[in-house]
């Protein structure tokens, strides 16, 4: 699937504004990628198809994941937001012609990240949480970070997200958890290097 197909398919499947975000994630992911080396037509087809399992049903999505427990990441157990993202990478995968693993694991874990994302995985996170329409307070001092730093960048979205999955009450995905860990000692470790 190139990204004409791409962008096709998400106009077909998504509402104005979800399909809005979607070529504002598009643009945000290419630049990030032009700055940080990352292949931009790989960050346009991952941006283009991430949310993109995002306007069907809920029983629709324990479907696809029941479907394909190969590639569904032990879904079902974690919550529900992250369920699109795996749904739309499965559906990318058996359907939409997507071979490309670097593409599907960015798109997987987009919602959540996971421990050893990739510079892609990692493009694709941020690029969706400051996107142009974006307005969440904070969200100027990540655009910022993240054209210097991709795993600063990481570390404030993630702790940003998981900061407000778990003052809403909600529960929080273990791997977003574990992404953060990860990163931070990622960090940490080239901080010690002499
Ligand atoms: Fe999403
Ligand atoms: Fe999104």
Excluded at 75 to 89: D, K, L
Excluded at 114 to 119: A, L, T, Y
Excluded at 141 to 170: C, G, I, P, W, Y
Aim: a neutral charge; one cysteine or more.
């Amino acid at each position: 699937m190139n990204q004409k197909q791409a962008k096709e398919l998400v106009r077909s499947r998504l509402s104005d504004k979800r399909y809005e975000h979607t070529l504002n994630v598009r643009k945000m992911a290419v630049k990030l990628a032009k700055r940080h080396g990352a292949d931009e037509d790989r960050a346009a087809l991952a941006a283009l198809l991430h949310d993109a399992a995002k306007e069907i049903s809920k029983d629709e999505m324990r479907a696809i994941m029941k479907a394909h427990p190969e590639y569904a990441e032990g879904g079902e157990e974690r919550p529900t937001p992250v369920w699109h993202g795996i749904c739309a990478a499965i559906l990318a995968r058996t359907e939409w012609g997507v071979e490309d693993e670097a593409v599907l694991s960015a798109i997987a874990c987009h919602t959540a990240g996971k421990p050893g994302m990739s510079k892609l995985d990692k493009i694709l996170y941020l690029a969706d949480m400051s996107s142009a329409e974006r307005d969440w307070p904070g969200v100027n001092k990540l655009r910022k970070l993240e054209r210097k730093d991709l795993d600063a960048a990481m570390l404030m979205a993630l702790k940003q997200t998981n900061d407000f999955v778990l003052s809403q009450d909600k529960p929080l995905d273990p791997m977003s958890k574990a992404a953060y860990d990860d990163i931070q000692a990622q960090v940490e470790a080239r901080a010690a290097k002499p």
